[in-house]
């Protein structure tokens, strides 16, 4: 792998700078907004391959011991000011359409080339780099068309934000596709965590079941996601919902007319009793959450939250 790790074969890139303040660089980055890019990335990569269902799996473990031992030599070598070490990781395994060294010079902007996001329903790439700069580093591996891709990202010692190389671009074997992937195809995504160490399991699952954006892919009966946490089986996650009001569930269930041209439909549920105020917009159960194709986000109406009924019905 040491001649693989030439720096002449290391390609940099540039990263949309505005993009990456807003949604990274204030207030740094948390699982909050990791695990979304991840998911979705993954959401996107199965609708692609054309697939009637998916799978998607989160990890959260302590990092492969051989990985991480070539990367702290390699940033080493390339002199880059990526993180050389880390007790916690993150990976996020599907069985989508796969990755091979074409598609990743593509879609995570090869000399700043920007991703092609045809055909795709989410931001296939773009948030990831950023994702990977924030945290220090990380990998994606991919199988496709019997070919296997291994592609390391780091922050640049030089002018450009972020670089990366291809340390392994080979055809697959059968014991890759069969252990690694079982459809032949599929891609792995390793997150470092920079954090010393991530929230309780308890915290995680909560975490991950709330999230706003994941509501789409959790309530998609073509997609399973599963979650692994240390010392426990894996886990199916599902979309936790409020306790219905028995007597009045459903408020309002219709379309409406926006602009001229432009329906929305809207649906308001009541629960039995109030749902209770989370800190994080990300993990709040109740609100108004607005959806778009495979998209969804979260509008707080903070100047209705105290009045009374508020707490317990949700829109979308």
């Known amino acids: 792998m040491s001649q693989l790790l030439d720096p002449s074969l290391v390609r940099h890139g540039r990263v949309n700078g505005r993009y990456f303040r807003e949604n990274f660089a204030q207030g740094g980055i948390d699982l909050v907004q990791i695990v979304p890019e991840l998911v979705t990335n993954a959401d996107s990569a199965i609708a692609v391959g054309g697939r009637a269902s998916g799978r998607i799996v989160l990890r959260f473990g302590p990092p492969d011991p ?32 796969g990755m091979d060294a074409v598609a990743v010079d593509q879609r995570l902007g090869a000399l700043g080339v920007t991703p092609d996001a045809s055909g795709q329903r989410g931001l296939f790439g773009r948030g990831l780099r950023d994702v990977w700069l924030a945290q220090g580093g990380g990998r994606i591996e991919g199988v496709r068309d019997g070919r296997l891709v291994e592609s390391w990202f780091f922050p640049s010692g030089g002018d450009d934000p972020y670089a990366y190389v291809h340390v392994r671009d080979e055809e697959a074997s059968a014991a890759a596709r069969t252990e690694l992937w079982l459809e032949g195809s599929g891609t792995r995504i390793t997150v470092p965590l920079s954090a010393a160490r991530p929230p309780a399991n308890a915290r995680l699952r909560r975490l991950v079941g709330q999230l706003v954006q994941l509501r789409p892919v959790l309530e998609d009966p073509a997609r399973e996601l599963w979650l692994e946490l240390p010392g426990e089986p894996a886990q199916l996650v599902t979309l936790p919902a409020p306790e219905p009001d028995p007597e009045r569930p459903l408020l309002f269930d219709d379309e409406i007319d926006v602009i001229a041209g432009v329906r929305a439909q809207v649906i308001v549920r009541r629960a039995a009793e109030p749902i209770p105020l989370s800190p994080s917009r990300a993990t709040r159960l109740g609100g108004l959450v607005i959806r778009s194709g495979r998209a969804a986000h979260e509008t707080t109406l903070a100047g209705h939250e105290g009045e009374p009924g508020t707490r317990t019905s949700t829109a979308r």
């Not at 702290?72 to 070490?85: N, Q, S, T």
């Open 66 to 97: 051989g990985f991480a031992g070539e990367w702290k030599r390699a940033m080493r070598r390339l002199r880059a000011p990526g993180l050389l070490e880390w007790r916690h990781e993150l990976r996020c395994s599907d069985d989508g359409v």
